[in-house]
């Protein structure tokens, strides 16, 4: 199987709720902590002190013991530390999410399923422990647990959980749908297309992530010196992969389309993310973007993993320290946006950004979450005359969305994706050149974006917009004309 194949439907899927449909899973096992109605002829006797476990520090403290020993590679000696824990603060909201977080960070479902899941309340304990809860029976392809975790957490009633939990939903039908082998009931696996050649239905159906190592405006210009910063050996590598678009209607069918706004943004954040690395003296990066080769882009409906982060990096060869994954919603006008960074050397998740926009504070908000990242990853920009100087346009949005689309007729170019899915809407490309003066980087992207259209005899780019007037665009303007 392709990378992250389950996560690509064989069909479109509408969550359960919506198709006014249930699944009938077993009850769930009594639990353990039930408790009797009190004798009415005897006072209670006053509960014990929770015991403390063994080592110094209480319960905080050996949960950092097991973080420890994560750290020296010895997980059958977390879980030991874990299960002492719970068995006197099982209870306890705080030590479930950090067991269940540790445990998946850390590639673990099935022991978050067997130490976690008999402990879990919804209603004492909250979401965070159950969305663990989710991805792992998800991971271990166990869709009716999953189908109760899922509907005591949209018991909750909050609205502010309402989307992730329709990306969860899709999953779960697609898996109850397909079977545990990830195909239909006596069916095969969906033929599609083999690398590097036509359609083929002998071949396994399969995404592919394309790496792109350069910001996209600046293929076709790398004879052009000055534009790019010369790099040191050695520096820190970051994988930033494509977004995922949980609760997606007819995610199938939408994947299939040439392009549209969710999906142009799913590639364009990682890509302008990964171009501004292109500009650290102590960083490099990549954008990972998923396609099904010589048919159409791929997407995800549902947050990468663990195990999804690992398979990117052994399979890349491209020796990451760090990767970024996340998710994009699009309800009611808004977006919002969930930035997970993931660490390679322990795959665990070291920090998550989170955003929320509308059109008409979608810039604003870009800058805000931007100089906060920059700020994170400690950016630190090459000294004056050693490349171009980084600044992306004050049109944050448009500029992300025209990325995206520039990678589309730089992919059917390379005929990576076929010819019908050139296609850059016009208000798009208008929106851009209406910014394209502000910067260099927004002048070379419509640069590229027009020199690519025209190539490819796509309509509404015949005269480009007014560009900055520097050296580094005139040389490029040169370039892409002759």
């Known amino acids: 199987m392709g990378l992250l194949d389950r996560f690509v439907p064989q069909r479109p899927v509408r969550p359960p709720h919506a198709q006014g449909k249930s699944v009938s899973v077993p009850a769930p096992a009594p639990r353990a902590d039930v408790r009797l109605p009190e004798e009415k002829t005897a006072a209670p006797a006053p509960a014990p002190e929770e015991p403390a476990p063994s080592a110094a520090g209480g319960v905080l403290g050996r949960l950092k013991d097991a973080r420890e020993a994560f750290a020296r590679k010895d997980p059958a000696g977390a879980v030991a530390i874990y299960e002492e824990v719970l068995a006197v603060a099982g209870d306890r909201a705080d030590v479930l999410v950090s067991i269940s977080g540790e445990l998946t960070a850390n590639g673990c479902p099935r022991q978050v399923i067997d130490l976690v899941a008999p402990h879990y309340d919804a209603q004492r304990h909250g979401p965070a422990t159950g969305f663990s809860l989710l991805q792992a029976y998800i991971a271990v392809r166990e869709p009716e647990p999953a189908q109760h975790v899922l509907d005591l957490l949209y018991a909750l009633n909050r609205p502010d959980l309402q989307e992730r939990l329709f990306g969860f939903s899709n999953v779960i039908a697609d898996m109850i749908s397909l079977g545990a082998d990830g195909t239909p009931p006596g069916a095969s696996p969906e033929a599609g297309s083999a690398a590097g050649g036509p359609p083929d239905a002998a071949q396994p159906r399969k995404i592919e992530m394309a790496s792109i190592s350069k910001p996209i405006w600046f293929y076709g210009l790398e004879d052009m010196g000055g534009l790019l910063p010369s790099k040191a050996e050695n520096l820190r ?161 448009d500029y992300i969305e025209a990325l995206g689309a520039c990678l589309t007729l730089f992919l059917v170019e390379k005929q990576v994706l076929p010819p019908a899915q050139a296609l850059v809407p016009a208000e798009l490309a208008a929106r851009l050149g209406a910014g394209a003066a502000q910067s260099d980087v927004a002048s070379l992207l419509t640069l590229s974006l027009h020199a690519r259209a025209r190539r490819l005899a796509l309509p509404g780019f015949e005269s480009l917009p007014p560009l900055a007037t520097t050296t580094a665009v005139d040389q490029a303007r040169q370039i892409v004309s002759s």
Do not use: C
């Not at 994009?328 to 660490?343: G, Q, V």
């Not at 050397?345 to 805000?368: G, I, N, S, V």
């Not at 100089?371 to 990853?377: I, K, L, S, T, V």
């Open 237 to 397: 590598r970051v994988a930033f992969a494509q977004l995922a678009v949980p609760g997606l209607a007819d995610f199938a069918e939408v994947m299939k389309r040439p392009e549209e706004e969710l999906g142009r943004l799913s590639r364009g954040i990682p890509l302008w993310l990964a171009e501004t690395l292109s500009f650290s003296t102590s960083w490099t990066g990549i954008a990972a973007v998923a396609t099904l080769r010589r048919e159409h882009y791929g997407l995800f409906n549902a947050e990468w993993t663990h195990d999804n982060v690992r398979q990117l990096v052994e399979t890349s060869g491209d020796g990451f320290d760090y990767v970024f994954t996340g998710a994009l919603w699009h309800k009611d006008e808004a977006f919002e946006l969930l930035l997970n960074l993931w660490e390679v050397k322990k795959f665990r998740m070291r920090k998550t950004f989170t955003l929320r926009w509308t059109p008409a504070t979608a810039d604003k908000a870009l800058a805000e979450f931007y100089a906060q990242w920059r700020a994170f990853m400690e950016f630190k920009a090459f000294p004056v005359g050693e490349g171009m100087a980084y600044e992306p346009p004050q049109n944050l949005l």
